[in-house]
């Protein structure tokens, strides 16, 4: 099992800046995918940015410029600097982590909000 906490959520305005941290705990060794998938009102959940175990970093096209992945491996935390924030990007924000690149198990943090206000 892996517990996932998330925070840093907020109300922002357009062009501002947040940073999104997820916490990771329980059985977290091995292969993994860890990373941030956001679902707005109406729509599906969709990928934002990942980082493997191995560092390979993918992010969604909308993204990419604006957002930036990290991890402190020491803390089994990752982090989203989201910076030019526009109100498109006001969505939930799930912390996810993949254990295993073969028969994986999902785990999902509780969701935290993102706001920005036009």
């Known amino acids: 099992q892996v517990q996932l906490v998330e925070s840093g959520g907020g109300l922002v305005q357009t062009g501002g800046s947040l940073r999104l941290s997820c916490a990771a705990s329980g059985s977290i060794a091995g292969n993994y995918v860890m990373g941030w998938h956001r679902q707005a009102p109406g729509k599906q959940r969709g990928l934002v940015a990942t980082?493997?175990?191995?560092?390979?970093?993918t992010y969604a096209d909308s993204v990419k410029g604006r957002f930036t992945i990290s991890r402190n491996t020491a803390k089994n935390t990752v982090y989203l600097q989201m910076t030019s924030l526009k109100p498109e990007d006001t969505a939930v924000y799930y912390c996810?982590?993949?254990?295993?690149?073969?028969?994986?198990?999902?785990?999902w943090g509780q969701g935290t909000q993102v706001t920005v206000s036009s």
């Open positions: 996810k982590f993949r254990a295993g690149f073969t028969n994986p198990t999902d785990y």
């Open positions: 980082i493997t175990s191995g560092g390979m970093i």
